[in-house]
């Protein structure tokens, strides 16, 4: 999370003091992101070093001391906005390596394992769409809030449900073949390489 | 009080050495005023479950009870009336009547029912009010789109008496938002005591639901337990 990024995008709506900037920045993430005066603070030294802000009033440095966005400034947020995260490196995911390292267990029914993690994120996702049935609580940036979670969370459960298939048709097609190979982890270096996950 | 209850439900289909098993000792209670989802692959029997806890197909083995009746006790007649009165379907591709208007296609089971036409038609006008389609009553279901459709779908289905209602897939073909408009209206049917069942393979669309049940080749497998108020989630993001 850019705090700097958001700070920079509050204060392109016009000049605003340190306070007002971090309830600001609490009510536009829903509140799920608390900020202390700290941070806030400290960022916005950072920032007008950078020369992306400029106080407004050079007299007051209390709560009060107000801060509004520079050319460069605006042009920093626009970039930092249009610039996609990196995302081509696979994460270090706990549970797909759980489920990797359960198919290496021969006691572990790795559909079990599965289902466990499947029952908990859906319980999980149960508690995030009971928030918005609350509809007179669940203003703009908190409805983007919850759905960024539960897209998620089920983009994780979609994963879960494909890995079940992917397990039931490998177990189905070696019985069907009556093949005894190998019993390693089919392909898991070869993939390693291919998707470049870090060791 | 459960109004559905399943108990030691199984279905099999032909004989011999191509029987296919697709149901096994299924038990499932949904309360009034509850919403079940039942969650599974494509093959798993959800939608198999649902038929039957629709009346629509009779077990191969167990008891289906609705409001306390056994269906095994009713006749055909009885049963054919009793998804007319208290019950609700509500398909993945709406099952809409395409040359009747959605407020007809609404009014239809209460007409069925005995109801007089004019008063059948001011309840269905009345739903699809209360459901925000008022001024589509008097389209033809190809001049709605998919998410309106499935909105006068769900208006059939709690239209009248209705203390049941059983969905398969109901937002399957919509996107997000059209889907999430189509489940508040089932959690607002269930908050006027009716009892639900919504059967899918997604876990966004599951989540809705007060209890989430799991099905795996014909067997319920695993159920979530009472989730958390979502107050913890809150709690845990600002820790």
Known sequence: MSIKHALLALLSEGPKYGLQLRQEFEAGTGEVWPLNVGQVYTTLQRLERDGLIESVDDADDGPQKGFRITAQGEEGLDQWLHTPPDLSQPPRDELVIKVLIALRVPRVDVSEVIQSHRRYLVELMQQWTRLKEDEANFDLSFALVVDAELFRIDSVVRWLDAADGRLKRAEFDKSFSGATGSQSAPGLPKMRRRVGVPR | ?239
């Open chain 2, 1 to 239: 009080m459960s109004f559905l209850e399943l108990h030691d439900v199984s279905k099999i289909y032909g004989e011999g050495p191509s029987q296919v098993h697709a149901l096994e000792h299924i038990n499932l209670q949904v309360e009034a005023g509850s919403l079940v989802a039942v969650m599974g692959p494509s093959g798993s029997g959800k939608s198999t479950l649902l038929t039957i806890a629709g009346s629509l197909e009779d077990p191969s083995r167990g008891d289906v009870m609705i409001g306390g009746l056994a269906l095994s006790h009713m006749s055909r007649d009885d049963k054919a009336r009793l998804r007319r009165r208290s019950i609700g379907f509500v398909f993945q591709d709406f099952n809409l009547l395409p040359g009747l208007t959605a407020a007809e296609n609404v009014s239809l089971p209460l007409e069925l029912d005995g109801l007089r036409a004019g008063k059948a038609h001011a309840t269905a006008l009345q739903v699809l009010d209360e459901l925000g389609l008022a001024d589509r009553a008097a389209a033809f279901p190809d001049e709605l789109s998919g998410g309106e459709r499935q909105r006068v779908s769900i208006a059939r289905a709690v239209v009248g008496e209705r203390r049941l209602l059983l969905a398969d897939e109901p937002s399957g073909a919509l996107d997000s938002t059209n889907g999430e408009a189509v489940m508040r209206m089932v959690r607002a049917a269930c908050r006027q005591g009716v009892a639900a069942v919504v059967v899918t393979h997604d876990a966004q669309l599951a989540s809705w639901a007060d209890r989430v049940m799991f099905i795996r080749d014909g067997h319920m497998v695993d159920q979530t337990t009472q989730p958390m108020g979502p107050e913890s989630l809150v709690a845990r993001a600002t820790q």
